[in-house]
T-cell receptor
Framework: EPEVTQTPSHQVTQMGQEVILRCVPISNHLYFYWYRQILGQKVEFLVSFYNNEISEKSEIFDDQFSVERPDGSNFTLKIRSTKLEDSAMYFC???????????FGNGTRLTVT | SQKIEQNSEALNIQEGKTATLTCNYTNYSPAYLQWYRQDPGRGPVFLLLIRENEKEKRKERLKVTFDTTLKQSLFHITASQPADSATYLCALDMSMTGAGSYQLTFGKGTKLSVIP
C-alpha cells in the first residue's frame, strides 16, 4: 500500500537555525498538510496546500514557517529561525480529495537546543 | 468558535469488553467526522469516516455513530483486545473559507488501554 514518507526521522538543530522537513506524499493525492504534535499534547493543524498554494493555515503557522512543493513529488516545511518551542513531532499528510481521509507519515522529531 | 471535546483522557477496559469513546463538538454540525488511531511515536491512522446523513458506520469490530442533535459521535470497539490499546482521535473539518479549503482538526484523543 502506498505511504507518505518523511525525512529525516529525527532532526536536532540549534535555536535560530533554519530547518527544512521533507515529505513525499502519496503520488495520486492532491491535498497536502503539515501537523505538529508537542510531546504529550494534541495533534495540531499547521497548514493545508492544494493546487500549489496554501488553502488554510492556523495561527501557529506564522511568518517563520513556509511550505513548498518544489517538484512533482516532494512537499517541504521550512522553519526560518527555530525557537525552543518549535521542538515537536512534525507530521506530513496527504489526501486524494479535500474531504477524504488523511494519510500520515511517521513524522520528523525536531529538537531545538 | 467550533471546539472538539474528547472528554475522557484515558479509558481502561477488560479484554473482551466493548470500549465506547465519546467525541462532542460545540457549534455547527460538520458535514462529516473522522476517527483515527495513533500509536506512540507514530502518525495517526485513519479508521472510519461518517457523514452527517449517516447515523451509524461499521467496519469489522468498529462502530461509529453520529448524532447531530446531541452534537456527538460515539466510537465503539467490540470484543476489545490488548492490541487495540492506543490513542483514538476524532477529527472535524474546521475550514470556514469555503469550497476547496480543508482544515481537519483533531481532538485531544482518548488513550485506551485494554487489560488482558
Amino acid at each position: 500500500e502506498p505511504e507518505v514518507t518523511q525525512t529525516p526521522s529525527h532532526q536536532v538543530t540549534q535555536m535560530g537555525q533554519e530547518v527544512i522537513l521533507r515529505c513525499v506524499p502519496i503520488s495520486n493525492h492532491l491535498y497536502f498538510y503539515w501537523y505538529r504534535q508537542i510531546l504529550g499534547q494534541k495533534v495540531e493543524f499547521l497548514v493545508s496546500f492544494y493546487n500549489n498554494e496554501i488553502s488554510e493555515k492556523s495561527e501557529i503557522f506564522d511568518d517563520q514557517f513556509s511550505v513548498e512543493r518544489p517538484d512533482g513529488s516532494n512537499f517541504t516545511l521550512k522553519i526560518r529561525s527555530t525557537k525552543l518551542e518549535d521542538s515537536a513531532m512534525y507530521f506530513c499528510a496527504s489526501s486524494r480529495t479535500g474531504n477524504s481521509p488523511l494519510h500520515f507519515g511517521n513524522g520528523t522529531r525536531l529538537t531545538v537546543t | 468558535s467550533q471546539k472538539i471535546e474528547q472528554n475522557s483522557e484515558a479509558l481502561n477496559i477488560q479484554e473482551g469488553k466493548t470500549a465506547t469513546l465519546t467525541c462532542n463538538y460545540t457549534n455547527y454540525s460538520p458535514a462529516y467526522l473522522q476517527w483515527y488511531r495513533q500509536d506512540p511515536g507514530r502518525g495517526p491512522v485513519f479508521l472510519l469516516l461518517i457523514r452527517e446523513n449517516e447515523k451509524e458506520k461499521r467496519k469489522e469490530r468498529l462502530k461509529v455513530t453520529f448524532d447531530t442533535t446531541l452534537k456527538q459521535s460515539l466510537f465503539h470497539i467490540t470484543a476489545s483486545q490488548p492490541a487495540d490499546s492506543a490513542t483514538y482521535l476524532c477529527a472535524l473539518d474546521m475550514s470556514m473559507t469555503g469550497a476547496g479549503s480543508y482544515q481537519l482538526t483533531f481532538g485531544k484523543g482518548t488513550k485506551l488501554s485494554v487489560i488482558p
